[in-house]
């Protein structure tokens, strides 16, 4: 017997054992793969620089990041150039952060109409960018928290109120987007009384993760004690993850997000499945950094598996993802 009957995997059931029976070789899958066109024309998921948003901070003084460039701290004065940059380079998307000269225990420079991010909105304006903004107190507040403190432990209901004035300050500023980052209970709610009209992208499964490493350290918003797993998600879970999700369409979220990206993949899946809302996820510090950090040793191809885990988030389900990759990839594409 050989493989030319089509028989041969069958045969060896007289041997006494179930094998699965293949097509071979009738099918060879490896046909598609054999040249570039053919692998193009069987690509099931691509990359668009469309479907991708940059994260900009924003603090007192330009500071540039070296080893992580997509993690650089511009000032208002440096944003225009910045932004400029961008838009030559076809990027369709950013998202704001901002890091004030003083903070105090409420967190107030973050809907203070001259504050960091207002400014930096109002500089972009008129551009042709989607202006997007991160809603949290963490980067405003003395005790690095995301909401303001009752004792030791966050207080959710007397944060609500602080997030939508912050929403609300950034919208008159000139945001077309606000995305809530904080994970207290009944913030889109909160938002969405207060701007019935603007788009929120609800950082619906946000994970109290160690990938958020290093943007804690260019955003200088790192918890003074404890950490965030009073309010975040815990890494070990997907079903609640779909609960948050529910209760930001139910509080009128038009965009649920993942984030992390990478090590949550199944839980992008699991959304994608369940929500027809547009899906967003966060490639968050961590992830870029691990890349970064691989890369200049000479452990791995920076650009290749940089695509590689973006391929991934949108295979997995996003139909955007926030990256600090999106500046290089606009090179890239
Ligand atoms: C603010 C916020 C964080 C990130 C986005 N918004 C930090 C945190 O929750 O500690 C993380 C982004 C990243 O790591 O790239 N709450």
């Known amino acids: ?52 948003v940059m994260p900009l901070f924003i603090g007192p003084e330009p500071l540039a990041n070296p080893e992580l460039p997509g993690l650089a701290r511009h000032s208002v004065e440096t944003l225009g150039a910045a932004a400029d940059e961008l838009e030559r ?22 809907w203070d109409d001259d504050g960091v991010v207002q400014r930096a909105l109002r500089e972009l304006h008129g551009r042709d960018l989607v202006l997007m903004t991160d809603v949290c107190l963490c980067e405003y507040t003395s005790h690095g928290h995301c909401g303001v403190l009752d004792g030791d432990h966050v207080d959710n209901d007397a944060t609500l109120e602080l997030l939508a004035r912050t929403a609300r300050s950034h919208v008159e500023a000139g945001a077309d987007v606000v995305a809530p980052s904080d994970m207290m209970d009944g913030r889109v709610a909160a938002i969405r009384e207060e701007l019935p009209e603007t788009p929120i992208v609800a950082y619906s499964a946000k994970y109290a993760s160690a990938f958020y490493g290093p943007f804690r350290e260019a955003a200088e918003s790192a918890p003074a004690f404890g950490d965030r797993r009073g309010y975040q998600l815990d890494p070990a879970n997907v079903r609640e993850a779909l609960r948050e999700c529910e209760q930001d369409v139910a509080e009128g979220a038009d965009v649920l997000m993942i984030k992390p990206a990478l090590p949550y993949l199944d839980v992008l899946r699991a959304a994608r499945e369940r929500f027809d809302l547009p899906l967003a996820a966060y490639n968050v510090s961590g992830e870029y950094a691990m890349v970064k950090a691989a890369a200049a040793k000479g452990f791995l191809d920076e650009r290749l598996a940089a695509m590689e885990s973006l391929t991934a988030i949108k295979r997995a389900g996003a139909d955007f993802v926030i990256s600090y990759w999106t500046k290089e990839l606009a090179g890239w594409l």
């Open 1 to 52: 017997m050989s493989p030319q009957d089509g028989l041969w995997l069958r045969a060896t059931k007289s041997e006494g054992y179930a094998v699965p029976v293949s097509t071979f070789p009738v099918t060879r899958l490896r046909r598609l793969r054999r040249t570039t066109g053919l692998r193009r024309l069987a690509r099931e998921t691509r990359l668009d620089l469309d479907d991708f």
């Open 89 to 110: 380079l076809g990027v369709k998307g950013v998202i704001l952060f901002g890091i004030p000269e003083e903070k105090d225990e409420e967190g107030s420079g973050a």
